[in-house]
């Protein structure tokens, strides 16, 4: 029982990290302080307050489970696109690991889904992984046919693929969500 404190307060302790990071890469959500130029203040909802309705609050141990699903999610994904951009060559057998890590974590959030903003919630992570497998199917096959090169011949192929920005913008989106315990919805995640 202590070990599972333990863990919820050490993947506590990484979604708010994630949370950090995320805010300081989208830019939008820092403020500059007005007396010193050189400092940032970043505003971090950690858990649903008392005051979120009912209705959207994650129970915490589904949350902590969506957290890690959307994390090994963006892995995948970062893994995928970091061979791309440095020409290397995709390696199946890293892609159908990371598909099993993410389908694991999936499956633990499933079983851990208790009330209706957990289940809204795993709908996206469900979406996202279906969205991501296809995406990284597709890859893989386009690599066994030869037909990566739009990939690695352009410095903007994944920019300009709309199912890689589309994922990569519903995991930006879930990560903090599950972090802040509130269900929401994004556009990015339809």
Sequence with gaps: MRSLSL???????????????TAVAQGGQTTSDPVHTN?????????ATADTPSEQRLSQDFAVAGFRGTTLLRDWQGRI???I????PL?????AADRDQAADALWLAEL??????DQAALEELRDLFQNFQRWSDALVEGNRNGESGRYYMSPTGLNDDPV??????????????????????DRSCQ
């Design 81 to 83: 696109a970091d061979t």
């Design 164 to 185: 890689f920005q589309k994922t990569a913008g519903c995991a930006r989106f879930l990560a903090p969500m599950f972090a802040a315990g509130r269900v929401a919805e």
């Design 7 to 21: 863990y919820r307060a050490i993947l506590t302790l990484v979604a708010l990290l994630t949370l950090i990071e």
């Design 39 to 47: 400092e940032a203040k970043i505003a971090v909802t950690v858990w």
């Design 91 to 95: 390696s199946e057998s890293r892609i």
């Design 112 to 117: 851990l889904a208790s009330n209706d903003a």
């Design 85 to 88: 951009r440095l020409h290397l």
